[in-house]
């Protein structure tokens, strides 16, 4: 216990933060990432569609660590994306909010439908861990963690979909309007409601085309 108190001591807010520990969200290295990701969405959803090559620009600038460039109809908000990796051939519809507090990684072949919120921060459930505090020098604080969040190859979430911090979202599966996922959902599943609940297993027979 002594050695892991040591060793918080030693670690950045982002770093804790990352790491799915208790973090002062207030931390200036994390303010200055946070305001610079918000100014970047807002310049992006300002930009026509038939601006690619703007939209592409400020696009790798919001998300700087992810291996390919997502197609993303504005608006579209992030907390930090640089938390944020996008596989090949992925995206999301109208008003796309990702909380990338901790890592959020989406597959190859994701559709996000519109209204979807990837929500990666958690706070503590007892009041007095989770209340405002006053620093020795008058500022106030508060202390909060994340969950990341994954979202395997070839799954589909539809519209009005809020997926919550710590869940798995396994590859194939397709996820319900208006569903609040809360838990893992396995692999090749059609789940849906709130809590977010697997319905049944997808199948051959799904198939339209035959």
Not at 76 to 87: A, H, L, Q, R, S
Not at 191 to 199: D, E, K, M, Q, T
Request: hydrophobic content about 35%; some cysteine.
């Amino acid at each position: 216990m002594q050695d892991e108190k040591l060793r918080k001591n030693d670690m950045t807010e982002k770093e804790k933060m990352l790491a799915g520990m208790l973090y002062d969200p207030s931390d200036p290295e994390l303010g200055a990432l946070l305001v610079k990701a918000r100014k970047l969405a807002r310049r992006y959803n300002q930009i026509d569609e038939d601006q690619q090559e703007q939209r592409e620009t400020v696009l790798r600038e919001l998300l700087p660590n992810t291996p390919f460039l997502p197609s993303l109809q504005a608006p579209v908000w992030f907390d930090f994306g640089c938390n944020t990796y996008f596989g090949r051939s992925s995206g999301a519809n109208f008003n796309f909010t990702c909380l990338d507090v901790c890592p959020v990684h989406i597959g190859d072949n994701v559709f996000i439908g519109p209204n979807v919120t990837l929500a990666t921060p958690m706070h503590p459930l007892l009041p007095e861990e989770r209340n405002v505090r006053q620093r020795a020098d008058g500022s106030y604080y508060n202390l909060e963690y994340a969950k990341p969040i994954t979202i395997r190859d070839d799954c589909w979430l539809a519209s009005n979909i809020v997926v919550c911090g710590g869940v798995t979202i396994g590859e194939g599966s397709v996820i319900g309007a208006g569903s609040v996922v809360t838990r893992d959902i396995p692999p090749h599943s059609f789940a849906a409601g709130n809590p977010c609940r697997v319905i049944r297993t997808l199948t051959g027979t799904d198939r339209m085309e035959r």
